[in-house]
């Protein structure tokens, strides 16, 4: 798993997390994983070619 930075929208802050690269079915990709402080899914946007 890589290291991504994400906002979390419980938390109202950017943080750090371990996540793992997803292709949308729109053929875009975006990093998906968990906030380590309170477990809510953070989803990263990433660039088509990423």
């Known amino acids: 798993m ?3 930075e994400g906002y979390c929208v419980k938390c109202r ?3 750090e997390f371990e996540g793992e690269k ?3 079915p729109n ?4 990093a998906q994983g968990q906030c ?6 953070i ?3 990433l660039g ?3």
């Not at 053929?27 to 975006?30: L, M, N, T, V, Y």
């Not at 380590?36 to 899914?41: A, D, L, N, Q, S």
């Open 2 to 4: 890589a290291s991504y």
């Open 13 to 15: 802050e950017k943080r």
């Open 22 to 24: 997803k292709e949308l």
């Open 27 to 30: 053929g875009r990709f975006a």
């Open 36 to 41: 380590p402080k309170c477990g809510t899914k």
């Open 43 to 45: 989803t990263r946007m």
């Open 48 to 50: 088509k070619s990423a």
